[in-house]
């Protein structure tokens, strides 16, 4: 069966288009400066905050990674994202940390931290992980959406073709155009997560008919034949120290009008897209059955990311493709045209600015922006042609690097001790050892495992006190400065004097009711989590 896209599919995808395209254009008109381009003017609500972590967070590639993880393991698959499931209660007390920085990108932090060569440092890996993740992001797009339309049209075809729509609005309007094209995109998005399920559930006889299809590991959350806990920990550790460091957190999710929206739309945007992750997995495991059940016809995958794709293409009614690809689309370029904006953002600020040319004005600043944006937009895309081949491991690769990233930047929070010989050191160490190992098993460099990843990290670890201890502590007065930026609010963002735990936690909590906010936030988040992990446990044991 070869599914092609008939007029009602292209007045669907037309008509996305045009209307991302409109607003891209429409907050374009708003663009004055760097502030309103890279940031927008820190001034969101509740709503566009949770559409811009949810957009920002959700990619194409995931899906599709996912479904193949499922299609291949069984449904213990969906780890891969729900690593950051435990987490998410993390998120409550660590976005208001990115309201107080009070700076436009990571880079600027960490050398407010550790110095202006240890912000360059930063400022290659973020460059690393904007070129990898969305070469992985365009490249599970393209895969999915050239099965979904048997093959006719390559991936890279499609890869170069949404490159083209992301890059027009996004160069116009910024993160403003960013955030109002994710939260209208995110209902695109939550199409897309659950729209093959009903489609696909009858054709392979409901859970019943997986039952007897499948082998019973296929409907476990956590086994050795799939992914079992010690795989699970390691990755919620992964995505737990990697999340602070990566380089679009800071415009994602400190952009909120006051502390609580910045929380609220870290929190719950992430939350949506675990809910969201049960459909992909569900994607994953019916493909499993439809290939297995001999009615059907269907031969095994040669590759299992392929899976997603091939529902598309087998399930979908005349209509529901165009809905399908808008929905790929959307996932993928809320989150590609953020980026463009953050790397823009980045090389503008912590290069072109610090060492090149330092008293323009701020319109010469904000097309330095928008035109490094495209270039870099550009290495990701010669990224997804020419070198990624398993999305899922390259997706892995950047949350890595991320982890690694991430310890000097957390130590450097937690632990004033931390040095910027300690920060590099916690950096290249990981690195080293993982790469070292995994060359030596014989697996590619972005391949992933947990023994290898929890060696190296511990090294990391151990490399960031031993330097730091072992070199001069960074001068008091940056180092005060720095500190003294996360005991107060930012104005009218909370209420003044209002102490956050996360800050306080390497430096002596204080008394007297404090963290009220956030200890309620982090325990309804575990709440919420032992909820969603509850049900979706007993709907496998139906």
Same mark, same amino acid.
């Given at each position: 069966?070869?599914?092609?896209?008939?007029?009602?599919?292209?007045? &669907?995808?037309?008509?996305?288009?045009?209307?991302?395209?409109?607003?891209?254009?429409?907050?374009?008109?708003?663009?004055?400066?760097?502030?309103?381009?890279?940031?927008?003017? #820190?001034?969101?609500?509740?709503? $566009?905050?949770?559409?811009?972590?949810?957009?920002?967070?959700?990619?194409?590639?995931?899906?599709?990674? $996912?479904?193949?993880? *499922?299609?291949?393991?069984?449904?213990?698959?969906?780890?891969?994202?729900?690593?950051?499931?435990?987490?998410?209660?993390?998120?409550?007390?660590?976005?208001?940390?990115?309201?107080?920085? #009070?700076?436009?990108?990571?880079?600027?932090?960490?050398?407010? #931290?550790?110095?202006?060569?240890?912000?360059?440092?930063?400022?290659?890996?973020?460059?690393?992980?904007?070129?990898?993740?969305?070469?992985?992001?365009?490249?599970?797009?393209?895969?999915?959406?050239?099965?979904?339309?048997?093959?006719?049209?390559?991936?890279?075809?499609?890869?170069?073709?949404?490159?083209?729509?992301?890059?027009?609005?996004?160069?116009?309007?910024?993160?403003?155009?960013?955030?109002?094209?994710?939260?209208?995109?995110?209902?695109?998005?939550?199409?897309?997560? !659950?729209?093959?399920?009903?489609?696909?559930?009858?054709?392979?006889?409901?859970?019943?008919?997986?039952?007897?299809? /499948?082998?019973?590991?296929?409907?476990?959350?956590?086994?050795?034949?799939?992914?079992?806990?010690?795989?699970?920990?390691? $990755?919620?550790?992964?995505?737990?120290?990697?999340?602070?460091?990566?380089?679009?957190?800071?415009?994602? +999710?400190?952009?909120?009008?006051?502390?609580?929206?910045?929380?609220?739309?870290?929190?719950?945007?992430?939350?949506?897209?675990?809910?969201?992750?049960?459909?992909?997995? /569900?994607?994953?495991?019916?493909?499993?059955?439809? %290939?297995?059940?001999?009615?059907?016809?269907?031969?095994?995958?040669?590759?299992?990311?392929?899976? !997603?794709?091939?529902?598309?293409?087998?399930?979908? !009614?005349?209509?529901?493709?165009?809905?399908? &690809?808008?929905?790929?689309?959307?996932?993928?370029?809320?989150?590609?045209?953020?980026?463009?904006?953050?790397?823009?953002?980045?090389?503008?600020?912590?290069?072109?600015?610090?060492?090149?040319?330092?008293?323009?004005?701020?319109?010469?600043?904000?097309?330095?922006?928008?035109?490094?944006?495209?270039?870099?937009?550009?290495?990701? %895309?010669?990224?997804?042609?020419?070198? &990624?081949?398993? +999305?899922?491991?390259?997706?892995?690769?950047?949350?890595?690097?991320?982890?690694?990233?991430?310890?000097?930047?957390?130590?450097?929070?937690?632990?004033?001790?931390?040095?910027?010989?300690?920060?590099?050191?916690?950096?290249?160490?990981?690195?080293?050892?993982?790469?070292?190992?995994?060359?030596?098993?014989?697996?590619?460099?972005?391949?992933?495992?947990?023994? *290898?990843?929890?060696?190296?990290?511990?090294?990391?670890?151990?490399?960031?006190?031993?330097?730091? =201890?072992?070199?001069?502590?960074?001068?008091?007065?940056?180092?005060?400065?720095?500190?003294?930026? !996360?005991?107060?609010?930012?104005?009218?963002?909370?209420?003044?004097?209002?102490?956050?735990?996360?800050?306080?936690?390497?430096?002596?909590?204080?008394?007297?009711?404090?963290?009220?906010?956030?200890?309620?936030?982090?325990?309804?988040?575990?709440?919420? %989590?032992? /909820?969603?992990?509850?049900?979706?446990? =007993?709907? $496998?044991?139906?």
């Amino acid at each position: 069966m070869n599914l092609q896209l008939n007029p009602i599919d292209w007045i &669907v995808l037309i008509g996305y288009l045009i209307g991302v395209a409109v607003i891209g254009i429409l907050a374009g008109m708003k663009i004055r400066g760097t502030e309103s381009y890279f940031m927008g003017d #820190r001034g969101f609500n509740r709503w $566009l905050m949770i559409g811009q972590s949810f957009g920002i967070g959700t990619h194409a590639e995931m899906p599709v990674s $996912l479904a193949g993880a *499922v299609y291949s393991t069984g449904f213990s698959g969906i780890w891969f994202q729900w690593k950051n499931l435990f987490a998410t209660p993390f998120y409550w007390v660590i976005a208001p940390l990115f309201r107080r920085m #009070r700076r436009t990108t990571i880079g600027e932090v960490v050398e407010d #931290r550790y110095g202006p060569w240890m912000g360059v440092v930063y400022t290659a890996f973020a460059i690393a992980f904007f070129t990898i993740n969305m070469a992985s992001m365009l490249k599970g797009a393209g895969k999915v959406i050239s099965q979904a339309t048997g093959g006719d049209v390559s991936a890279n075809t499609i890869v170069l073709a949404m490159t083209v729509i992301f890059l027009l609005y996004s160069f116009i309007g910024g993160l403003v155009a960013t955030a109002w094209t994710d939260f209208a995109q995110g209902f695109l998005i939550i199409a897309l997560s !659950f729209l093959l399920v009903p489609l696909g559930w009858g054709l392979v006889g409901g859970m019943e008919g997986m039952r007897q299809t /499948l082998e019973p590991h296929f409907f476990s959350l956590a086994t050795p034949s799939g992914i079992g806990v010690w795989f699970i920990m390691m $990755l919620t550790i992964n995505g737990l120290i990697g999340i602070i460091s990566q380089p679009h957190q800071l415009a994602a +999710v400190g952009t909120g009008k006051d502390e609580h929206t910045c929380r609220t739309g870290m929190f719950y945007g992430n939350f949506v897209k675990r809910i969201c992750t049960v459909g992909w997995a /569900l994607v994953g495991l019916i493909v499993a059955a439809l %290939v297995l059940q001999p009615q059907h016809g269907f031969a095994p995958l040669a590759d299992p990311e392929d899976a !997603f794709g091939m529902a598309c293409r087998h399930l979908l !009614f005349p209509g529901g493709l165009g809905l399908m &690809v808008a929905s790929i689309l959307a996932a993928n370029m809320s989150t590609c045209s953020a980026f463009m904006v953050d790397s823009g953002a980045l090389f503008t600020k912590n290069l072109y600015q610090r060492f090149f040319r330092k008293t323009e004005t701020d319109r010469h600043y904000l097309w330095a922006g928008r035109i490094s944006g495209l270039v870099l937009s550009a290495m990701g %895309v010669l990224y997804a042609l020419f070198l &990624v081949e398993r +999305v899922l491991y390259s997706f892995l690769l950047t949350e890595t690097m991320a982890t690694y990233m991430g310890i000097s930047i957390f130590g450097g929070i937690l632990w004033k001790r931390a040095t910027r010989w300690g920060a590099v050191a916690s950096l290249l160490t990981p690195l080293v050892v993982n790469f070292s190992l995994m060359a030596a098993k014989g697996e590619r460099l972005d391949h992933w495992e947990p023994n *290898v990843f929890g060696i190296s990290l511990l090294s990391g670890i151990a490399a960031l006190v031993v330097v730091s =201890l072992m070199t001069k502590p960074e001068p008091e007065a940056a180092s005060e400065e720095f500190f003294q930026r !996360f005991e107060e609010p930012v104005e009218g963002t909370a209420k003044p004097g209002t102490r956050l735990l996360l800050a306080d936690l390497g430096h002596g909590l204080k008394k007297g009711g404090h963290y009220g906010e956030d200890i309620r936030g982090f325990f309804l988040g575990w709440g919420m %989590v032992a /909820l969603l992990v509850g049900l979706t446990w =007993l709907w $496998l044991r139906m």
